[in-house]
């Protein structure tokens, strides 16, 4: 893995050489860049659709930061933490869940842990006479919600308290690779993932007593891109050929077939997991400007990519707090979407069987003979005058992967009569980002996952 990190930084290093830092203008219209907040209201069920982060390393992880997140004193790396902050405003995000690496968040405090900053505004969520989560406090008055977890032998997330007194204590559970270890994590309150799913057997994935594990991950789905590396370094002499900076991952990024064989594989098996997308943002590895100024791995670039949504039950006051959010993780009523593509408004996938519906995560008996109900979304401000082509898929999950059962280019209702595990995708030909491509123009007419739902289990 060291010798792949140092190619790439190698590669990049050439690559952003040849790179213009002069500012880029932004494509007229909706481009690639802009951020929407999440729609306010419930949506007709009552759920709140929060959208945020799950898998980010901050000044509390060793290899953030370009390798210096603190300084010989502890102290952080103020603009590091700074690019954090920015980033997660300027995205808009609903909440973040921490992953931050042992060899420091295990001597990190809370409220530190949460990134928590009074003199910025920030404000403290605590229960059972500690801080559990804090309130982010955004120059435009949003209030992103920060979770403290680590990412160590496994990933919880929503960690409200430090398993015990001593760094060396904590590092003996957060680095242990047990079924202990997890059932004492979630005592801390965790929600219990596994990290780079590509690095699990099909046989741990399933039998390890987690709550879930990735179906995506931006890092390690980047590094099966050399290919289209090289051919972006080629075209760097002329960055007319250059496609719009927040865009420039496009050509890297692909789905990655380790990730969905065992998803489906486990699945397949009879076991109920929760799957997220990890943006296993550091900020260490591309520091070079792009034409807009700004470096490919700042915060704000990888953040924006895309997002975890968890349909949350509102509190008594209409909002949420992290309490909120890990019971809608943990219980499986999460889908994931590639913002970069759009802003996807209105997308559902639910079990009907009569008039009872059963969510994302829910279990739904074959002899009731539910229906399967999927919504093609729109998108936020829309596409332009120049439309992608969407379609949804509905799949069942087998051995080694998925089968397609139905896809259709409208609102999808599907009854189905044999038992196993179903989720949807929504596809997309990206043809409304033709003219933010320049020479690689070809990728609008290439097949992109735009959103990954969670899987409904008919028994």
């Not at 219209?29 to 951020?35: C, D, E, L, M, Q």
């Not at 960055?239 to 990730?259: A, T």
């Not at 949420?320 to 802003?343: M, N, P, Q």
């Amino acid at each position: 893995m060291r010798a792949t990190v140092a190619a790439w930084l190698a590669l990049a290093s050439f690559f952003f050489a040849c790179s213009s830092n002069d500012a880029e203008p932004a494509p007229a219209g909706w481009a690639p860049g802009t951020v929407l907040a999440t729609a306010r209201q419930p949506s007709a069920r009552g759920w709140l659709d929060r959208r945020g982060l799950i898998h980010a390393h901050s000044v509390h992880s060793h290899d953030a930061c370009d390798g210096e997140p603190k300084d010989a004193n502890g102290k952080p790396n103020l603009p590091c933490l700074d690019d954090f902050r920015s980033g997660l405003c300027a995205t808009r995000h609903d909440f973040v869940m921490l992953t931050d690496h042992n060899d420091s968040f295990g001597s990190t405090e809370f409220p530190a842990t949460l990134l928590y900053d009074a003199a910025k505004g920030d404000v403290l969520l605590e229960r059972a006479g500690g801080p559990v989560a804090s309130w982010l406090a955004c120059p435009d008055g949003s209030t992103p919600l920060i979770l403290a977890g680590t990412e160590s032998s496994f990933m919880p997330v929503g960690i409200e308290r430090h398993v015990a007194k001593t760094p060396s204590e904590r590092g003996a559970v957060y680095g242990a690779e047990t079924p202990e270890a997890i059932e004492q994590l979630k005592k801390l309150g965790a929600v219990v993932l596994l990290q780079h799913t590509e690095d699990w057997t099909v046989e741990q994935l399933g039998e390890l007593p987690i709550d879930g594990f990735e179906m995506y991950n931006l890092h390690a789905n980047t590094f099966r891109g050399a290919g289209a590396v090289i051919q972006l370094i080629q075209r760097m002499n002329e960055p007319e050929l250059m496609p719009y900076s927040d865009l420039v991952l496009l050509p890297i990024v692909s789905e990655d077939k380790r990730y969905l064989e065992r998803w489906g594989s486990v699945l397949a098996a009879g076991k109920k997991r929760v799957t997220t997308m990890g943006t296993d943002c550091h900020r260490n590895s591309f520091k070079d400007l792009l034409p807009d100024g700004e470096r490919i791995d700042s915060y704000r670039r990888m953040m924006g990519w895309f997002s975890n949504h968890l349909l949350v039950e509102p509190g008594a006051d209409g909002g949420f707090d992290d309490l909120a959010l890990k019971s809608a993780l943990g219980a499986g009523r999460a889908y994931g979407a590639f913002e970069v593509l759009g802003f996807p408004v209105g997308f559902d996938f639910h079990a009907e069987v009569g008039g009872a519906v059963t969510e994302m995560g829910g279990d739904v008996a074959a002899s009731a003979a539910p229906v399967l109900h999927a919504r093609l979304p729109t998108a936020e401000g829309g596409f332009g005058p120049k439309r992608p082509d969407l379609v949804v898929r509905l799949l069942r999950a087998r051995v080694g992967g998925w089968d397609v059962v139905h896809e259709t280019a409208e609102d999808l209702a599907h009854p189905v009569s044999q038992p196993g595990a179903y989720r949807v995708e929504v596809r997309m030909k990206p043809r409304h980002l033709e003219k933010h491509l320049a020479s690689y123009a070809e990728l609008a007419e290439k097949d992109f996952v735009w959103i990954y739902s969670n899987a409904i289990y008919v028994k």
